[in-house]
């Protein structure tokens, strides 16, 4: 009887055998050298953030860098990426919360820029500063039509190379928000309408963006006519796209950008922390400002209680610079047409007085 047939099935072992020892070789180096801790670390990405993380929108913003993250959401609502790459740090910080348990966003010296595309957010980035590599994008979702009932996300990014002056940049890192922020509100039971893909990510707006008042076609838009524009001295516009944000401005300048009216509509955390301000102050008894006025809407959803707020130029160790005589009547009817037309992209009611 032929011996072919056993010493077949001999190789066969064999070479099974060769090619486990050759697996479990590969696999012990792969660990040694670190790439196994790479690799399990890739693959929690997909389940950080209790599975809400947008990984590959991540891994598309730290392109071929070594990523680690949070497994879930902290007790204070947020989650963290880390990515290394050639010895240099970079990384992403998530928060997430209901509306009513975070803390309002900052008005800084620069007008964010709304997202657009069906979302209530705004990105910050300005192409003035030093660190281009930073940037935050905010978003405010609404978990059905009861006013106050919504859900906000933020996301600080700092991309340690590269920068945010790179729109594909702003665009990934806007995705990462949109769709963890969608997630997140699935799983938690937060029925919000989402928008689409958001593509053409602005920047902050810089004192150096001013333009003539009558080219706005923003948020300064219809806020005074010829005729006011001319008596008040006003000759420049800074403003951000009519989409809606959760904190949108207005400024009105002199021939050079110096800033002479400012209207500011706030929504959501925003409006809660400029009602914050506005109590202390009147708490500390200090005098009204000339020219400052208030306004309210209830607003469906996330956007709560929305605060518009108007007021002039007021520098006490440079009065030359301030604002003509206020016209009073004139700045609360700009005040008015400004929070309408924010309120209506909103949802919002009826624009009423503090």
Known sequence: MSDVPFRRRRWVRRTAAWTVAAALLAGGLFQVTGGYGSWRDDRALDSAC??????????????????????????????????????????????????????????????????????????????DAEDRDEARAVLMLS?????????????????????????????????????????????????ARTGGRVEGVGVTTTLRDHKPVADATGSCAGVVDARTAARWGVHTAREITRDPAPLENCALGGRSGTFLYGFTASYGPSAREARRRLDHRSDDHSPRRAGAYELTARCPGAAGTALFQAETLHDEDDPRSAAPDVDHEGLRAALQRFAERSAKKHGCGAVEGV
Not at 79 to 98: E, I, Q
């Open 143 to 191: 978990c059905g039509e009861r006013s106050g009932r919504g859900q906000v996300t933020t996301a600080d990014a700092d991309l340690g190379r590269g920068g945010f002056d790179d729109p594909v940049a702003r665009e990934r890192l806007v995705a990462v928000l949109t769709e963890t922020a969608s997630a997140y509100a699935r799983r938690t039971g937060c029925a």
């Open 50 to 127: 209790d599975g809400d993380l947008a990984a590959g929108a991540v891994r598309e913003l730290f392109d071929g860098a070594s990523l680690t993250s949070s497994s879930g959401w902290g007790d204070r609502g947020h989650c963290t990426v880390g990515a290394s790459d050639d010895d240099v740090d970079a990384g992403l910080v998530l928060w997430t919360g209901r509306t009513e348990h975070l803390p309002g966003l900052e008005d800084t010296g620069g007008f964010d820029a709304p997202l657009g595309h069906g979302w209530t957010g705004s990105f910050r980035f300005d192409p």
